[in-house]
């Protein structure tokens, strides 16, 4: 795991390069760019900065979330109180640790949920698709 301070993701603010912390973790989201759903421009304003606050209010659902995987490149080291972070921001970042230690707590309960869901719904569509068909044979 590689763990970056708030100078390193700053270097990173263009399209030809752009970083973003969410809940202190690092994500190079150049590639992502063209095809995000709000244009490049939502990304480009938060290049190099913390987006967590602007990708919680954009209200990005658990289909979201997953994608950041394939972007992820390390943590941020914001608790540091190097290169001139203030107070402010290492209590936003020690808010988005423990948010995401929470999240990451309660992954395998909402898979868990999810796998039974697809295995209980998955054969009942089935049978559906079967019963309509001798129906309407």
Request: with cysteine; proline share 3%; net charge negative.
């Amino acid at each position: 795991m590689k763990v970056f301070d708030s100078a390193d993701v700053t270097r990173h603010n263009n399209s030809q390069d752009c970083w973003v912390i969410i809940n202190a973790r690092v994500y190079d989201v150049t590639k992502f760019l063209n095809d995000h759903p709000g244009g490049d421009k939502v990304l480009l304003d938060v290049a190099g900065k913390d987006a967590s606050e602007e990708f919680e209010e954009a209200g990005h659902g658990s289909a979201a979330r997953l994608m950041l995987d394939e972007y992820y490149v390390g943590e941020a080291d914001l608790l540091t109180p190097s290169h001139g972070i203030s107070t402010r921001m290492n209590l936003k970042a020690e808010a988005h640790l423990k948010q995401q230690k929470i999240m990451e707590e309660n992954m395998p309960s909402r898979l868990g949920f999810i796998i039974k869901s697809v295995r209980l719904l998955f054969p009942v569509a089935i049978l559906g698709g079967v019963v309509a068909f001798m129906l309407y044979k």
